[in-house]
């Protein structure tokens, strides 16, 4: 079951990074950063579980950084000083 959870974690990952190469995706929309929130959180999870020390490393930051990233989205633009 977990290999199951790493691919599809994978793969909304490698489907948000596609769908932005295509044009299909802007890489500041939901969507986009939802992929990635899910799929990273999702694989960081599982490297956590399984004491895969370099892959949560890689998964935790990518999952910090979209969720950060999303954040700022619905934020909005910020008023300059």
């Known amino acids: ?3 199951g959870a790493q691919v ?3 793969l909304l990952i490698l489907a948000a990074y596609a769908l932005a190469q ?3 995706l802007n890489q500041r929309s939901y969507w986009y950063i939802g992929l990635n929130l ?3 959180t999702a694989l960081a999870i ?3 579980h399984e004491e ?3 892959f949560l490393l890689l998964e935790g930051v990518w999952a910090l950084v979209s969720a950060v990233a999303l954040v700022t989205r619905v934020r909005g633009p910020q008023p300059s000083s």
């Open 1 to 3: 079951m977990a290999q």
């Open 8 to 10: 599809v974690g994978a």
């Open 22 to 24: 295509f044009g299909v």
């Open 38 to 40: 899910v799929g990273a």
């Open 46 to 48: 599982l490297a956590w």
């Open 52 to 54: 895969q020390w370099g």
